[in-house]
T-cell receptor
Framework: DAGVIQSPRHEVTEMGQEVTLRCKPI?????LFWYRQTMMRGLELLIY????????DSGMPEDRFSAKMPNASFSTLKIQPSEPRDSAVYFC?????????????FGPGTRLTVL | AQKITQTQPGMFVQEKEAVTLDCTYD???????LFWYKQPSSGEMIFLIY??????QNATEGRYSLNFQKARKSANLVISASQLGDSAMYFC??????????????FGKGTKLSVKP
């Protein structure tokens, strides 16, 4: 089975531009998570979905960030407009269920650099 | 508040020796899951091992084992017979809480393990 797929793997953009990160979860997984990793803040949850519905978006930093999951096999995280402080590695993860025993499997991440 | 603490920013171990990476956690939830992930220099997050709060036995997965001491709220990762490929960042994480919050994986700051030949 293919793991979580993310694209692009690297993105370099200029401040003010729109950035769209993409994720395909593991087939059959009902939960999808977006995390951000920075040196200062470590790994932090941005938002997660259950059956394509956003459940907890309290980690989304501000209105410049939005996430969608139009179907069970695709999700996007959009930043508009981007700022240099958005530079980070963005991970998508998926799990079979949402309970505490369910393992989250991570994609390879997208390294975003905003100049 | 839920929290994961990893007190060792960096560790060295000689190849073929065992090493223990420390993790303590804090939650008032009696039901929780504890996870360890490995992040090599290439950047991906690799799941290693899981321990449930109600599990009676310590989890093991190949060379990885979890030393779970519930009363002390610790979940240390033990890697036996270290290999050069074990050099990486290791993160301890927890899922706890109720309702929507139980989806959240809370991570520690990580421990950088270096295996010396």
């Amino acid at each position: 089975d293919a793991g979580v797929i993310q694209s692009p793997r690297h993105e370099v953009t200029e401040m003010g531009q729109e950035v769209t990160l993409r994720c395909k979860p593991i087939s059959g997984h009902d939960y999808l998570f977006w995390y951000r990793q920075t040196m200062m803040r470590g790994l932090e949850l941005l938002i997660y979905f259950n059956n394509n519905v956003p459940i907890d978006d309290s980690g989304m930093p501000e209105d410049r960030f939005s996430a969608k999951m139009p179907n069970a096999s695709f999700s996007t995280l959009k930043i508009q407009p981007s700022e240099p402080r958005d530079s980070a590695v963005y991970f998508c993860a998926s799990s079979l269920g949402g309970v505490k025993t369910d393992t989250q499997y991570f994609g390879p991440g997208t390294r975003l650099t905003v100049l | 508040a839920q929290k994961i603490t990893q007190t060792q920013p960096g560790m060295f171990v000689q190849e073929k020796e065992a090493v223990t990476l420390d993790c303590t956690y804090d939650t008032s939830d009696p039901s929780y899951g504890l996870f360890w992930y490995k992040q090599p220099s290439s950047g991906e997050m690799i799941f290693l091992i899981y321990q449930g709060s109600y599990d009676q036995q310590n989890a093991t997965e190949g060379r990885y084992s979890l030393n779970f001491q519930k009363a002390r709220k610790s979940a240390n990762l033990v890697i036996s017979a270290s290999q050069l490929g074990d050099s990486a960042m290791y993160f301890c994480a927890m899922r706890a809480g109720y309702g929507g919050s139980q989806g959240n994986l809370i991570f520690g700051k990580g421990t950088k393990l270096s295996v010396k030949p």
